[in-house]
């Protein structure tokens, strides 16, 4: 009972700290384009720039994330990477007062290794409770979202208003502040149970190649996510002359859904299955894609963007448990490869519809990203069945099936078929 009280502190701490760093990330990844151009007066090179340079660092960050998340008290690795957040986001409201790109390049690879720390760190923190509840990643996915939402009401409707950029910047560089000592004051993680040494010895190299299929599903569709998201921002800014608030506001119900749904969607993964929930799921994305290519109004977008980030609420947190089941005791590294892929898809994705919006049209540029969200949807059901997780998890615990683990019993009945 001590040890089960002690994950539950530990993974209301992690869903704390998600909130109040996740809102600041998402906030930035959405003005920092625009913040670059206005308050630098950076050309659109130099803000490529900027906006490469964190995401590079983050891609070679997050596999060594992995292994430090192995190897040290997870909550500290996390609340360390919280800091490096936050020391990035006051370093970009003082390149605010000081009108300097280099300051923000600084901060911009601070950044990088520390979102890198704290939310593969985050992620396996959160992993330890899957034995008990293998709804973990849906709160998790539910917590990020929250505190999406959160920050881009609080930044662009109170915050921007009065003091600017600079306000912004500094309000996010508090609540990242605050999300690391969230987990600081967490306690400790409990005796680990005994398990094969092979489970933490396993090297990156290997860990990848057993992972390879589903880190193959998890980078197709964060490639298509990323284009289509990027695309509906040009589409609003571009076709609708839609500004920054304006703007923020069609994506906004959408984060508002994902966050309330993300663990009532979990329901549906107990009752139908991991592989059909993420075949449903990817196929809708898809088809929510072509109903973009048809260029529809404000209204319309914000509707189905609400429908596509339902999907995502349901398809993420199946891929991240999956990672983290198959991978045991060496969870940390098996979710940073699972981080790596994501972010090297969407940076893939996002380039990809940059090159085609500009090349062909909107249409075609939509049409691709819902036929990469297709082949996601064909080679998620491998990737599960391939890993050896279960397909339907129990309502109350998980089996864990990474090394050394005790393997589920052969499936039987509908999960046979499926």
């Given at each position: 009972?001590?040890?089960?009280?002690a994950g539950q502190r530990r993974?209301?701490?992690?869903?704390?700290?998600?909130?109040?760093?996740?809102?600041?990330?998402?906030?930035?990844?959405?003005?920092?384009?625009?913040?670059?151009?206005?308050?630098?007066?950076?050309?659109?090179?130099?803000?490529?720039?900027?906006?490469?340079?964190?995401?590079?660092?983050?891609?070679?960050?997050?596999?060594?994330?992995?292994?430090?998340?192995?190897?040290?008290?997870?909550?500290?690795?996390?609340?360390?990477?919280?800091?490096?957040?936050?020391?990035?986001?006051?370093?970009?409201?003082?390149?605010?007062?000081?009108?300097?790109?280099?300051?923000?390049?600084?901060?911009?690879?601070?950044?990088?290794?520390?979102?890198?720390?704290?939310?593969?760190?985050?992620?396996?923190?959160?992993?330890?409770?899957?034995?008990?509840?293998?709804?973990?990643?849906?709160?998790?996915?539910?917590?990020?979202?929250?505190?999406?939402?959160?920050?881009?009401?609080?930044?662009?409707?109170?915050?921007?208003?009065?003091?600017?950029?600079?306000?912004?910047?500094?309000?996010?560089?508090?609540?990242?502040?605050?999300?690391?000592?969230?987990?600081?004051?967490?306690?400790?993680?409990?005796?680990?149970?005994?398990?094969?040494?092979?489970?933490?010895?396993?090297?990156?190299?290997?860990?990848?190649?057993?992972?390879?299929?589903?880190?193959?599903?998890?980078?197709?569709?964060?490639?298509?996510?990323?284009?289509?998201?990027y695309l509906l921002l040009l589409?609003?800014?571009?076709?609708?002359?839609?500004?920054?608030?304006?703007?923020?506001?069609?994506?906004?119900?959408?984060?508002?859904?994902?966050?309330?749904?993300?663990?009532?969607?979990?329901?549906?993964?107990?009752?139908?299955?991991?592989?059909?929930?993420?075949?449903?799921?990817?196929?809708?994305?898809?088809?929510?894609?072509?109903?973009?290519?048809?260029?529809?109004?404000?209204?319309?977008?914000?509707?189905?963007?609400?429908?596509?980030?339902?999907?995502?609420?349901?398809?993420?947190?199946?891929?991240?448990?999956?990672?983290?089941?198959?991978?045991?005791?060496?969870?940390?590294?098996?979710?940073?490869?699972?981080?790596?892929?994501?972010?090297?898809?969407?940076?893939?994705?996002?380039?990809?519809?940059?090159?085609?919006?500009?090349?062909?049209?909107?249409?075609?540029?939509?049409?691709?990203?819902?036929?990469?969200?297709?082949?996601?949807?064909?080679?998620?059901?491998?990737?599960?069945?391939?890993?050896?997780?279960?397909?339907?998890?129990?309502?109350?615990?998980?089996?864990?099936?990474?090394?050394?683990?005790?393997?589920?019993?052969?499936?039987?009945?509908?999960?046979?078929?499926?």
């Amino acid at each position: 009972m001590e040890h089960t009280e002690a994950g539950q502190r530990r993974e209301a701490a992690a869903l704390r700290a998600a909130a109040l760093v996740g809102g600041p990330t998402d906030l930035l990844d959405f003005v920092l384009p625009l913040w670059a151009g206005a308050a630098l007066g950076a050309s659109a090179v130099g803000v490529g720039v900027l906006v490469a340079l964190e995401m590079a660092v983050a891609l070679l960050a997050r596999p060594l994330a992995g292994v430090l998340a192995d190897r040290r008290e997870r909550r500290l690795v996390a609340a360390a990477g919280a800091g490096l957040y936050a020391l990035s986001c006051a370093g970009y409201a003082t390149a605010t007062l000081a009108g300097s790109l280099g300051v923000a390049l600084a901060a911009a690879a601070v950044g990088g290794v520390g979102g890198s720390l704290v939310w593969v760190s985050l992620r396996a923190v959160v992993g330890e409770r899957l034995a008990e509840d293998s709804s973990a990643y849906a709160r998790l996915f539910s917590a990020e979202e929250t505190g999406s939402w959160v920050a881009f009401v609080a930044g662009l409707a109170l915050v921007y208003p009065v003091l600017g950029y600079g306000g912004v910047l500094w309000a996010c560089a508090a609540a990242c502040a605050a999300g690391a000592l969230a987990l600081l004051g967490a306690p400790a993680r409990p005796a680990r149970p005994h398990v094969d040494g092979r489970a933490t010895a396993d090297g990156l190299r290997s860990l990848g190649r057993r992972l390879r299929p589903m880190l193959a599903a998890v980078a197709l569709r964060s490639a298509a996510g990323s284009a289509i998201g990027y695309l509906l921002l040009l589409h609003l800014q571009r076709d609708l002359g839609l500004d920054l608030g304006p703007a923020a506001l069609v994506f906004l119900p959408g984060s508002v859904a994902a966050s309330v749904l993300a663990p009532r969607l979990h329901r549906a993964v107990l009752r139908h299955g991991r592989r059909r929930t993420l075949v449903v799921a990817l196929v809708a994305s898809s088809a929510l894609a072509v109903g973009l290519s048809t260029s529809p109004g404000a209204v319309l977008v914000a509707v189905l963007w609400v429908l596509s980030a339902v999907a995502v609420a349901a398809v993420a947190p199946i891929q991240q448990a999956v990672v983290a089941e198959a991978s045991g005791e060496a969870a940390g590294r098996g979710l940073g490869l699972y981080e790596s892929a994501e972010l090297g898809g969407g940076a893939a994705g996002a380039l990809a519809a940059g090159v085609l919006f500009d090349a062909s049209s909107w249409q075609v540029a939509c049409l691709v990203a819902a036929v990469v969200m297709l082949a996601s949807a064909v080679l998620v059901p491998r990737s599960v069945r391939a890993l050896g997780v279960v397909d339907v998890p129990s309502s109350t615990a998980v089996v864990p099936l990474g090394p050394g683990a005790v393997p589920a019993a052969p499936p039987t009945g509908d999960d046979a078929g499926r």
